[in-house]
Every structure is written in C-alpha cells, then in structure tokens.
C-alpha cells in the first residue's frame, strides 16, 4: 500500500455555522487538536502506563509524524489539552483491518489513551463525548467501534456513559488478553 502525501490528504473542513476548523474541538476543560513536534516527552508520559507498550523518543516523534501526515476530519488523531495547553492525551477515529484486511466491519474504532497521571479526574469521558460529537458533525460515520481489555473496568465505564454498547464479540491479543467489543449508533 502507497502511504498518501501530503498534497493527497483530505483539507480540515470548517464548521460554516461558527468558522470553527474541524481539526480543533473544545470542551469546558479540554481541547482536542492536532499533535505537535514537541509533544514528545508528553506522548511519552501519555502511554507509560505499564498495561501499554511504553514509546521510546523517536517512536513518539515516528507517531507524532504519522498523526499529523494521516489525521483529517473523517479519521481524526487528536492530541487532548488541558486548559493550559499541556498534552494529557490522545483521542483518534481509525479504521482498522482484520488479519485478513477486510476493515471492521463496526465502523472506524475509537481509540483513547489518557496519562496515568491525569486518569480518574474525567478526561477521558470528556475527550470521547468531543469527539464522538466531532465524528457525528464531520465523520459521515452511522456506527463507531471501541474495544477494551476484559479487566480495565475504567475503560468500560466512559464507553459505557458515552452511549457504547457491548455486541457480544470477544477476541483475544497475541499475549492472551481478552478484548470485549462495543459500538455506538450515531
């Protein structure tokens, strides 16, 4: 597979109502924007959590460099900022293929990852209510699909208060653990 060029990558959409660009989405506490060069260190801290594959510097930098090249308004890669603009996460829509390369057949899997720091206090609901509300604005999605390992209660629960609902399907990763399935109509 050829990875598009920048030239070939769709252009933020504007909201016509406000001017709001679609590749920013505010909350009370949070924005949700693009990742930035030096966002490493804080990427860094956003996936230490050891049930994560911590990112060395340059896999920060590599990812830092695919979300901007890849992000646009249907499949966004959002960095998700405190009110004073420090990186605390990260919120994405993606598609993703099965062993075989038939996408999910779910719709575009959202994916969430909030600093261990900052876990707890209500970001991640937050981050996935934006944008879930960004997807249903700019996304032309009908369904999203979100997953979580069988034992992380807390995942399962700013799913669950985010209108995601559990199809019954549950896989397994390459090192055993369980994943249970969930989507939400938009």
Known sequence: MIAPTIDALPRPLTDRMNGQAANEVKTSRLSLQGLRAG???????????????????????????????????????????????RLIGVVSLARYADAQGRLNMFGPSLGVSIAPEFQGMGYGREAVKALIRHATRYGGHRILHAAHHAGNAAAARVLIRNGFLYTGRRTAEADGAEVLHMIRLL
């Open 39 to 85: 966002d490493v260190p804080d990427l860094m801290q956003v996936f230490s959590d050891k049930r994560l594959m911590p990112l060395s510097e340059a896999e920060a930098a590599a990812y830092i460099e695919r979300a901007r090249l890849h992000s646009g308004a249907r499949y966004p890669i959002f960095g998700v900022r405190t009110e004073d603009g």
